[in-house]
C-alpha cells in the first residue's frame, strides 16, 4: 500500500479556553483553498453554538473516526479532520484509518448563533487535550465557536506554528472518492424515533475484532424500530461491521432520530452495491441543528477505495473535460443542483453526473444522503495522485493502449499479457465479463480491468493513443 507524509501546519494548537460570559472554543485551521485562493490559515466562522454540548459531542465523534482502525484495531490513525465552510453551514469530515467508514458532522445555521459562515476547505486541528476539554462541556455552557485564526492578519514569529505530519495511504485518498459515489445510490430505509433508536444502538457490539464473523449482517424495518434478519428481504438495509457505528453513541442521548440509508433491496441477494453478499449504508443522527453521519463501507475488512465506482467517470477523456468545465461552475454551493449545472454548462444531466464523480476523485464534491444532493469542496490532497495509483484503472489503460482490445458489435475480446483471452459483453448499457473477478463480484465491485479497457476503447478510442504516456506500468 502506497504511503506518504502530508505536513499540516497550525499557527497554534486548537484549545477551548474559559472567557468572560462562557467558554471560547478556537479551531486552528492549515493551508486551504477560499474562493480568493489558496490560504495559510483561513478563517471560516466566528460565533456561538445554539447547542454547544451537542456540537462538542459531534466533533468528538469525527475526531474519534478520524484516530480509528475498525479492522486491525491494534493499529492506531491519525488523520486530523476537514472543515468546509459552505456560506450557510460548516461540515466536519474524517475517515478511519483503515478506509472503511466515513463520518460527517453538518451544522447547520439553525445550529449557528450570528457570525458569517465563510466559504472555503482546510485542516483542523483537533488535539488530545482539546479531546479532553470539549468533553466536559455542560448543557447549559455557552460556548463561542472561532474557526480560523484570532485576526485575520497571519503572523510569522518563530516557535508559533504546530507542524503534524500525517500519513496519508492511497486507498485512503481513493475512499473519500469512493464514498460519495456510493451513497448516490441510497435511498432513505427506516427513521427510528429517540428512544428506538437508543435501544438499537446501545444493542449493537463495541467490537474489536478482525471484521465480521460469519458474513454481513442485515436489519429491517420493524414498526418504530429495525429487527435483524440473516439475508437480504426487500427492505433490508446492510449493517457491515456494526461496531463500527461506536462513534455515533458520543452524540446518543441527543439524538431526536436515527436515519438509515441504503441501496434498494428487492429481493434476496439482489440491490445495489451487494456484489459480494453485502452493502454499504449510511447511519445519520439527527441532532438539534445539526446532522451526524457515518457512512459504512461493504465490509469491516475493506475499505472505500476498492469499490470501483468511480472507475468509468476516470476512463475517457470526455468525462476529464466535462470536469473542467463544471468546476468552475461549482461556487461552493452547499447544496449542487444537477439541473443548474446542465443548464450553465450546456452539459446533459448524465455527463454533469459523471463530471462530479470524477471532481470527488480529487475531493472537489461531496455527497450529502440527507439532502440527496452534491455540496461542493476542496479536499488539501492530491486527488490526481489518488487517479495515478489506482491499480485497476492503470492495468485497464495499459490493456487498451497495448491493442489488447479488439470490437466485434457488442462483444469485446481482451488478450491479457499472459494470452489468456477475456471475453467482454455489453447489453443495455452493462458490463460483464468472463473472467474470474466478474464471477466473484458480478459489478458488485465496480468494472473489471478487461471490461474497463473495453468501455475505453468503445467511448474514446481516439483518445487511446493519448493514453499510452499515461500508463507506468504493464498490465496486472
Known amino acids: 500500500m502506497t504511503r506518504s507524509l502530508q505536513a ?18 478556537g479551531l486552528e485551521t492549515s493551508r486551504g483553498a477560499t474562493p480568493s485562493g489558496v490560504q495559510d490559515h483561513p478563517r471560516f466562522f466566528a460565533g456561538f453554538l445554539t447547542s454547544p454540548q451537542v456540537a462538542a459531542a459531534g466533533l468528538l465523534a469525527v475526531a474519534d473516526v478520524a484516530a480509528a482502525r475498525y479492522y486491525q484495531p491494534q493499529l492506531r490513525a491519525s488523520l486530523d479532520p476537514v472543515v468546509t465552510g459552505n456560506g450557510d453551514r460548516l461540515r466536519f469530515e474524517s475517515f478511519s484509518g483503515c478506509g472503511g467508514v ?22 483542523v486541528d483537533v488535539n488530545n487535550p482539546l479531546r479532553e476539554a470539549l468533553s466536559r462541556i455542560g448543557p447549559d455552557d455557552p460556548l463561542h465557536l472561532r474557526v480560523g485564526p484570532e485576526e485575520l492578519a497571519v503572523t510569522t514569529q518563530a516557535g508559533r506554528v504546530v507542524e503534524k505530519k500525517v500519513p496519508l495511504p492511497d486507498r485512503w485518498l481513493r475512499g473519500f472518492a469512493e464514498a460519495q459515489v456510493i451513497a448516490i445510490g441510497f435511498d432513505l430505509c427506516a427513521e427510528l424515533p429517540a428512544a428506538e433508536a437508543a435501544r438499537f444502538l446501545r444493542s449493537l457490539p463495541r467490537g474489536g475484532s478482525r471484521g465480521t464473523a460469519g458474513g454481513p449482517r442485515w436489519v429491517v424495518p420493524a414498526g418504530r424500530g ?10 433490508a438495509v446492510c449493517l ?50 445539526m446532522r451526524l453521519t457515518l457512512t459504512l463501507s461493504p465490509d469491516a475488512s475493506r475499505g472505500f477505495s476498492g469499490e470501483g465506482g468511480v472507475l468509468e467517470a476516470l476512463a475517457t477523456d470526455e468525462a476529464a473535460e466535462d470536469a473542467e468545465l463544471i468546476a468552475v461552475l461549482l461556487a461552493w454551493e452547499p447544496c449542487i443542483d444537477v439541473a443548474d449545472l446542465a443548464a450553465s454548462s450546456g452539459l446533459t444531466p448524465e455527463r ?14 461531496g455527497y450529502d444522503t440527507a439532502e440527496a444532493a452534491y455540496f461542493h469542496r476542496e479536499l488539501p490532497y492530491d486527488g490526481e495522485r489518488a487517479e495515478r495509483h489506482n491499480p485497476r484503472l492503470r492495468a485497464a489503460r495499459a490493456l487498451a493502449v497495448s491493442g489488447a482490445v479488439a470490437l466485434d458489435g457488442a462483444l469485446g ?11 467482454v459483453r455489453e447489453e443495455a448499457g452493462a458490463l460483464s465479463c468472463s473472467c474470474l473477478w466478474w464471477a466473484r463480484y458480478r459489478g458488485g465491485r465496480g468494472p473489471c480491468k478487461h471490461a474497463l479497457a473495453v468501455r475505453m476503447v468503445r467511448r474514446d478510442g481516439a483518445a487511446v493513443e493519448r493514453g499510452r504516456a499515461r500508463v507506468d506500468g504493464g498490465v496486472r
Open 240 to 289: 457491515p461491521g456494526p461496531e463500527r457505528l461506536v462513534a455515533l453513541r458520543r452524540v446518543l442521548r441527543h439524538a431526536t432520530a436515527l436515519r438509515v440509508y441504503g441501496p434498494t433491496v428487492t429481493g434476496a441477494g439482489t440491490g445495489a452495491g451487494s456484489g459480494s453478499g453485502g452493502g454499504a449504508s449510511a447511519w445519520e443522527a439527527v441532532l438539534p441543528g
Open 352 to 365: 454533469v453526473r459523471a463530471a462530479l464523480i470524477r471532481l470527488g476523485t480529487s475531493g472537489r464534491v
Open 226 to 235: 429495525l429487527r435483524p434478519t440473516t439475508r437480504p428481504v426487500p427492505g
Open 413 to 423: 475480446t481482451v488478450t491479457a499479457e499472459d494470452g489468456h483471452v477475456h471475453r
Open 8 to 25: 499540516v501546519a497550525y499557527r497554534r494548537p486548537s484549545v477551548l479556553e474559559s472567557a468572560a460570559g462562557g467558554q471560547r472554543l
Open 102 to 123: 466515513y463520518a460527517r458532522l453538518d451544522v447547520l445555521r439553525s445550529g449557528l448563533d450570528g457570525g458569517e459562515v465563510g466559504h472555503g476547505t482546510t485542516n
